[in-house]
């Protein structure tokens, strides 16, 4: 089925360019047409606007949390203000890496950016945050991972590790082989998955069982980067949760000094992990992992911090728009994709900072911001 074009989108907006349609492909200007892409002049037409600057793709949040604040679960009138503030930011498709609240409803709301869902989180009981995970025995992961794969977009979410408070440190909270299993199972349901990893001991099995994406990835060694790079695996860094390290250690230092170590030691070496990733061609994807104790609408931060880490600016702009969609299987701006784009006064792929200050924002051909 078509995606919708709202009435106010039927007409022809001229984008004087240039227009980055991928890695390899930028055209001199294009015309939106009835809220879809064209780079043919549409014969006959009134053009009813012009818009000046360099055009990219919606950017994508690939680690974000619709539905989802410290306490768990919100209503529908705050999951759709959140999307709406990313929205805002220029992020115009999300990947929601797990929520506890049902947010199908926003695929129906025209002015929201476009959503993958992930389900909700799995883990084991007390191994997660209160109130936003399923949480299950190890024995039934596989049959959860199935279920949640129905219930989501393509994607199910599951918390690789998280503090053991009977060790003092992280640890996995799947065996091996149960998480081959269940990666096999939410496969066979024609989902991919997304672990939540911060701890060395847990890449290996998540890597050898399947996985499809590593978020945080903190633990990952040079091996580990290798195997990831040959296997296509992204990693998506949010090294604006990774900043909140600090924070954390402080907080497990007096009971869990081992812990606290461990986060510290991450939080010190963050950028340079972030360089060593990318060096090693390990596909890299950004994400705030807004909800929860980050706000909504900061991936341009996020995107800027990747930079300061050492990736090339043009390599974070990919990471943020094109490649995203590309690994999403969501369309950038070719002929005839829906129009969502963002224009910038300057060229982000040269300074990422250029980001932070979008002049038009386009969702399904419709201004919607600033």
């Not at 907006?13 to 294009?30: E, I, N, S």
């Not at 199910?156 to 640890?171: C, E």
């Not at 924070?247 to 461990?262: C, K, L, S, V």
């Not at 129009?339 to 419709?366: F, K, M, N, Q």
Request: glycine share 10%; charged share 25%.
């Amino acid at each position: 089925m078509a995606p919708v074009v709202p009435p106010e989108a039927r007409g022809v907006t001229h984008l004087t360019g240039p227009v980055l349609v991928g890695d390899d492909d930028v055209r001199a200007q294009g015309w939106i047409v009835d809220g879809r892409m064209s780079y043919e002049a549409p014969a006959g037409r009134h053009v009813d606007a012009t818009l000046d600057g360099v055009v990219v793709p919606g950017l994508v949040d690939v680690h974000c949390h619709v539905g989802l604040d410290g306490g768990g679960a919100v209503d529908a009138d705050l999951a759709l203000k959140q999307a709406q503030q990313d929205r805002d930011s220029g992020t115009l498709l999300i990947r929601d890496a797990g929520s506890p609240t049902d947010t199908a409803f926003l695929h129906g709301v025209l002015d929201a950016p476009r959503l993958i869902r992930a389900g909700r989180f799995i883990a084991r009981p007390k191994r997660y945050l209160r109130h936003y995970a399923r949480e299950i025995e190890v024995e039934d992961l596989p049959r959860v991972m199935a279920e949640e794969a129905r219930k989501g977009d393509g994607w199910v979410k599951i918390i690789a590790d998280w503090i053991d408070r009977d060790a003092g440190d992280l640890t996995p909270l799947w065996p091996a082989k149960t998480l081959k299993h269940g990666i096999a199972a939410a496969h066979d349901e024609g989902a991919r998955v997304t672990a939540h990893t911060f701890a060395r001991e847990s890449i290996q099995a998540l890597l050898d069982g399947g996985i499809d994406c590593l978020e945080h990835g903190t633990g990952m060694t040079d091996d580990h980067m290798a195997q990831a790079a040959d296997l296509g695996v992204p990693v998506v860094p949010t090294l604006l949760q990774v900043d909140n390290f600090v924070g954390y250690a402080a907080q497990g230092q007096a009971r869990f000094p081992a812990y606290a170590a461990r986060m510290r030691a991450m939080h010190e070496r963050r950028h340079e992990h972030v360089r060593q990733l990318h060096a090693r061609g390990v596909p890299l994807l950004v994400g705030t992992d807004a909800g929860g104790t980050i706000g909504h609408g900061r991936l341009p931060e996020e995107a800027a911090q990747m930079a300061m880490a050492g990736v090339p600016a043009a390599d974070v702009l990919a990471s943020a728009s094109w490649r995203a969609r590309a690994f999403l299987g969501v369309p950038s701006l070719g002929e005839g994709a829906s129009a969502d784009l963002v224009v910038y006064a300057s060229d982000p792929r040269e300074d990422i900072a250029a980001l932070a200050d979008p002049a038009h924002i386009l969702l399904r051909g419709v201004r919607v911001a600033p």
